[in-house]
């Protein structure tokens, strides 16, 4: 964070640190997301805007920064993202700009700083006796008050200065849901209709050791339920909606996940009962005691639990403790009714709903307002950082943050991780989009024209590759060759003059007619669609069967497709006698179209009707090997 950048121009190391060839780095903890495979976070993010929209959430983009008290209310002073993981720095007023390197200047700053104090723009503590020790400081130099002094006598000064605090206290967020409930109630929301169901998505900061799966800037994907109680709500009759809130939340992830293919994922749920007496702060003080007796044999972090949190010692992943941490009672014997009732009825709702779940009743959370529910989901190929997502019931975290009494159940997804699992079940050999077309033209003449050509097929969605203008036709087509790119467009003189573009089949679609062809100008953009389709289908096809979808073989979609229904990847949808023969058609018509081949009037028309609907239902599809993903099968 910049402290005192201003003052760089004083002395020579600015300079220096100029002149030095400097080799800059991302940070560490910090990456860059690259192609290809940011391919695979856009279908990540465009699947959870799907699924969570089919359950009726809206996005929220709160801002990435925030003033440093709302997290550590939220997430508690004695947790580690708050005591030592948060990038927090200190704003400067903006009419505070730094002073000139005179005295009179700085006489003039601190003059300025301490009128801020006065009027409360900046705090008083601490600052106050800053500022009478720089007004010290600058009287002992009065001899030389409008000389321009050497920097030596100015470092004392600046020391001072450093340590002024100019503004308030903020933090790059270590997380969101602070920020949604700080929303919630910023914007009223408790006076929308309830409950407000919101997602979000999008960077969070920790200053944790970087390994794989754990860095200082990753992403996650979440969600928040909230609802402010309205009079006469409350108590043990909202136990069965509640629960059904938890089970639905929690069979959103599932479906998220299961829609992505994910293989391997299984969910933990535990319920941490409510801070009551006779509920979790009665278990506590048991597991205290008993945590008392063993103390001896528990390593330096679980021995300071014990006072500080001791619910946080059944976190523990050392080796050691497992043993003895079986042997400490159990929450689940000490909920109290209405607890109990609320997480027999999370259970069956997901039983009702197919979602398979695992308890473990080590499952907890280490602050007062998480209550009840309370789960974990863990997917394969990461090592010790296997959760994928973390999520709770917190029913009194807007109240805490100054709003209404307010139900809320949230969940956070470390996307990072989850795409670190789906590569490590598909390994991407993707390299980047292959080009639909190539356009081009013949000479310079047509140029222009095929510029035209190219933009007009852009706007239909088709990748389109133009070599650089007055490449000789023959080492464009060489390498849109060796893109793999199938078909070339060239604009050319004499064929433009008669209403027409010259195509190149640079490889065949299944033989399906002629190589060479010219097509109607009028003709380009529904060539250009028919084009884009029978590409997308057969992208769409291979990924199914596991293959590279942006590989060429030599074989044909209507082969791919065979061997597809052949692995029976293809859902029963499909698999219906009269459909396999839409489909045959249908794949005959878009090679034979593109081959320039005369079809029935009508025949392409239903082809892109027919072929978009298809490629909608292959994207409902799961990728292969997802039968175990998630528990929706
Ligand atoms: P939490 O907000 O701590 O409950 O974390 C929710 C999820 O975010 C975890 O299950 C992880 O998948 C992910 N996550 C948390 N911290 C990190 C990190 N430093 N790097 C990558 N992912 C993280």
């Known amino acids: 964070m910049e402290r005192v950048g201003g003052l760089s121009g004083a002395g020579t190391a600015f300079q220096e640190l100029m002149a030095e060839k400097k080799k800059f780095q991302a940070i560490k903890g910090t990456r860059d997301l690259l192609p290809p495979e940011t391919e695979l976070w856009n279908r990540v993010e465009q699947m959870a805007r799907e699924v969570f929209g089919t359950f009726g959430f809206g996005e929220i983009r709160p801002p990435i920064f925030e003033p440093t008290e709302l997290f550590a209310r939220s997430i508690g002073m004695d947790t580690d993202v708050v005591g030592k993981e948060m990038y927090t720095f200190t704003d400067r007023l903006r009419e505070l700009d730094w002073p000139k390197w005179t005295f009179s200047d700085f006489k003039r700053w601190i003059h300025l700083v301490d009128t801020f104090v006065q009027e409360g723009k900046i705090p008083r503590f601490r600052n106050e006796d800053i500022l009478d020790q720089m007004r010290a400081t600058v009287a002992s130099f009065d001899r030389d008050l409008n000389g321009a002094p050497e920097t030596d006598d100015l470092r004392e000064l600046r020391d001072l200065m450093e340590q002024l605090i100019l503004g308030d206290s903020l933090t790059l967020r270590p997380e969101a849901t602070a920020s949604v ?56 009759k909202d136990v069965p909606k509640d629960a059904t809130v938890d089970a639905e939340v929690i069979e959103m992830v599932m479906t998220f996940f299961a829609r992505l293919g994910l293989e391997g994922v299984q969910l933990e749920i535990n319920s941490i009962g409510h801070a009551a007496e006779n509920c979790r702060r009665g278990y506590v003080q048991k597991l205290k005691v008993a945590l008392e007796k063993v103390k001896e044999q528990l390593g330096p972090d679980s021995q300071r639990r014990i006072e500080t949190n001791p619910l946080r010692v059944l976190d523990s992943k050392l080796e050691r403790e497992q043993a ?10 000490h909920l109290c009714d209405d607890c109990k009732q609320q997480y027999a009825e999370v259970k069956r709702q997901l039983g009702l709903r197919g979602v398979k779940y695992q308890e473990n009743w080590r499952l907890v959370r280490g602050l007062d307002y998480y209550m009840r529910t309370t789960f974990e989901i863990t997917a394969r190929g990461l090592g ?18 100054g709003g209404l009494p ?14 670190l699992s789906l590569q490590h079940q598909q390994p991407s050999r993707e390299v980047g989009p292959r080009a639909d077309v190539m356009v081009t033209s013949s000479g310079e003449q047509t140029w222009q024209e095929a510029v035209r050509v190219a933009s007009s097929l852009r706007q239909q969605g088709l990748v389109v590759y133009m070599p650089n203008p007055g490449t ?63 590409n997308d289908l057969e992208r769409k096809v291979r990924g199914l069967l596991g293959e ?72 409902r599809t799961k990728t292969p090997g997802s039968e175990d993903a998630g528990a929706l099968q």
């Open 181 to 236: 409930c700080r929303a919630y109630i910023e914007h009223g929301m408790h006076a929308w209709p309830q409950p407000v169901k919101l997602y979000y998505m999008g960077p969070m900061f920790r200053r944790e050791r970087p390994q794989k799966g754990r860095y200082r800037q990753f992403y996650q994907i979440g969600a928040e339920v909230l609802e402010t109680l309205q009079p006469g709500q409350g108590g043990a």
């Open 324 to 333: 003895i941490i079986a042997g400490l009672p159990k929450i689940a014997d």
């Open 384 to 401: 010790s950082q296997n959760a994928v997502c973390g999520g709770g019931r917190y029913d009194g975290l807007v109240e805490l943050l």
């Open 406 to 419: 307010t139900k809320g159940i949230g969940f956070a997804i470390g996307e990072d991780r989850l795409i």
């Open 472 to 534: 000789r036709l023959n080492k464009a087509l060489e390498s849109a060759n060796r893109q793999k790119i199938r078909i070339a467009i060239i604009v050319g003189e004499s064929e433009m003059a008669a209403g027409k573009y010259v195509v190149r089949i640079l490889r065949p679609f299944e033989e399906e007619g002629p190589r060479d062809q010219q097509i109607p100008t009028n003709r380009l953009l529904l060539y250009g669609r028919l084009a884009k389709l029978r």
């Open 548 to 619: 590279n979808p942006q590989s060429f073989k030599g074989e044909g979609l209507g082969m791919i497709l065979q061997r597809l229904e052949a692995d029976k990847v293809l859902p029963n949808f499909f698999l219906r006698t009269t459909l396999k023969e839409e489909l045959r058609d249908l794949v005959q018509i878009l090679n034979r179209a593109l081959h320039g081949s005369y079809l029935t009037e009508g025949s392409e028309e239903w082809a892109l009707v027919v072929g978009n609907l298809v490629l909608a239902e292959l994207d």
